[in-house]
Every structure is written in C-alpha cells, then in structure tokens.
C-alpha cells in the first residue's frame, strides 16, 4: 500500500500505463502517486504531451498521440516518477533516470529493481545519453524480458562505486 509503505499495488501502476498496443512506439509512463504542486515535466516537454490542469498538486496528465518518447521528462522530474517504455518483440526497451557515478557503460548487465528494491531480473545498457543539458542525470537505455513490463523500475547501483 502506497499510503503505509510508499509502495504502489499492481493495479496503480499499472493506472499509469496505456493499453500494449501504444506501446509499439516509446511512449513516457508517468508514476506521479502524489498530489504535489510541481510541474517540471510538463514544461520540459517540447510537444505538449504532458498537461497539469490549473490546479498544480493535480497529477500529470500525458497524451499518447503527442508523446514521442524522447526522455527529456525523464530527466526533468526530480521526484525521478517518469521512465520511458517501449515493446519490442520479447523484449522492453526502457529510459531510465541515473544520477550516480560512475555511469553505467553500453553492453553492461545490470541487475534490475522493482519499486520495493528488490532484484527480478538482469537488463542490458544498450545506451548511455549524457549532456550538459541533462544536468548530470543519464538517460540509460536498458533491455529487459517483456515479462518486466510493469515490474523493472530502475537499477542497482553497483557495490564499490
Ligand atoms: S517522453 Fe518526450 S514527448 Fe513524451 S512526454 Fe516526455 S518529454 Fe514529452
Ligand atoms: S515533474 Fe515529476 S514529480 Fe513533478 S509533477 Fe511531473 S511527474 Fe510528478
């Protein structure tokens, strides 16, 4: 439960993504679970995919016909609540916000996290996309099994760095 653990239950998260058949093209999967006064990744989006209606502590908002799955949200929310997701064959393609350093590397495998912490799988970095304009936060492109969908959240970070 959300409200006891910080947590969400399978039937929120998966509230947040659209039905599969979107999914053929990257599209931003907002997990945005609290109503907080914060609009970063509606105003970072160059297509005006993301609407906050005029009350900010409203939860965002996303139109899948507009979203082209960049990642410049992803990078832009500091609560860290946007991923990038697309279905391809088996497989998930994935954006994921990092902020530690060292960055991962393309090639390397990485163990995968669900929101509780815990390990589900291993994924692979296919892309690292670091900029200035991203303020020192990857953009990391993982694969992982299309079984993770609603699962794989982010990364460990790897002991020692
Ligand atoms: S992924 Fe890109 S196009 Fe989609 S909502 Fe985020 S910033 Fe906008
Ligand atoms: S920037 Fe992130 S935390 Fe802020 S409203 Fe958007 S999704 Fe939520």
């Not at 945005?32 to 908002?61: G, H, M, Q």
């Not at 279905?87 to 990092?98: F, H, N, Q, R």
């Not at 996290?113 to 990857?138: C, F, L, P, W, Y």
Request: contains cysteine; hydrophobic residues 35%.
């Amino acid at each position: 439960m959300i409200e006891k653990n910080g947590v969400p239950s399978k039937e929120l998260i998966e509230s947040c993504f659209p039905d599969q058949i979107v999914l053929e093209k990257p599209k931003a999967i907002i997990e945005c679970y609290k109503e907080i006064p914060c609009n970063p990744c509606s105003t970072s989006c160059p297509f005006d995919a993301i609407f906050i209606p005029e009350d900010i502590n409203v939860r965002p908002l996303i139109d899948y016909d507009k979203c082209t799955g960049c990642g410049i949200c992803v990078y832009n929310c500091p609560g860290l609540a946007i991923t990038v997701r697309m279905l391809k064959g088996d497989k998930v393609e994935m954006k994921i916000p990092y902020e530690f350093l060292p960055y991962p590397e393309k090639g390397e495998k990485m163990n995968v996290m669900n929101r509780s912490g815990d390990i589900i799988t291993q994924g692979e970095v296919t892309k690292v996309h670091i900029t200035e304009r991203h303020n020192k936060t990857a953009l990391v492109h993982l694969e992982v099994e299309r079984e993770f969908l609603y699962d794989a959240m982010t990364v460990e970070v790897k002991h020692g760095r």
